[in-house]
């Protein structure tokens, strides 16, 4: 379970600005026992871009990157029968930071400089295609 935690956070994370990778997943779940994988399907609703990053080009960067790392762990695409389910997604807000700086010798002269940036999460999941329920998320 560890090596298909990191090896998700690397793939998923790498090139990223300093980040946190957290996992969890169902202790009861034997993972020795899942050998292949499928996308899940998008619902109407889940396919919108409600505050993700979204494109074509994103998601077969992401899709590449994730089928890589579960293949390096000898687990095997399988659109009819697959073992698993894997869906991802991206969110992030924007955010803003105002820094306000003395400069010279008088008490009025200030620069003020804003910096507009996002912050996100990216989320991996994978459950079981049987009973919807998940086995393991990342993010």
Known sequence: MRRITTLCAL??????????????????????????????????????????????????RIRRAIAEGLAARALTFEPEEPDMLVAYQVRYQRRSRVDVRAYGYSRY??????????????????VNPESGDLIWRGW
Request: charged content about 15%.
């Open 11 to 60: 793939i998923m994370f790498a090139g990223c600005t300093p980040f946190t990778v957290q996992h969890d997943y169902d202790p009861n779940i034997d993972f020795s026992l899942y050998h292949s994988f499928a996308w899940m399907p998008l619902t109407t609703k889940e396919s919108g871009t409600s505050n993700s990053l979204s494109g074509p080009f994103l998601d077969q």
């Open 109 to 126: 002269a200030h620069q003020v400089d804003e910096t507009r940036f996002r912050v996100g999460t990216f989320i991996v999941d994978f």
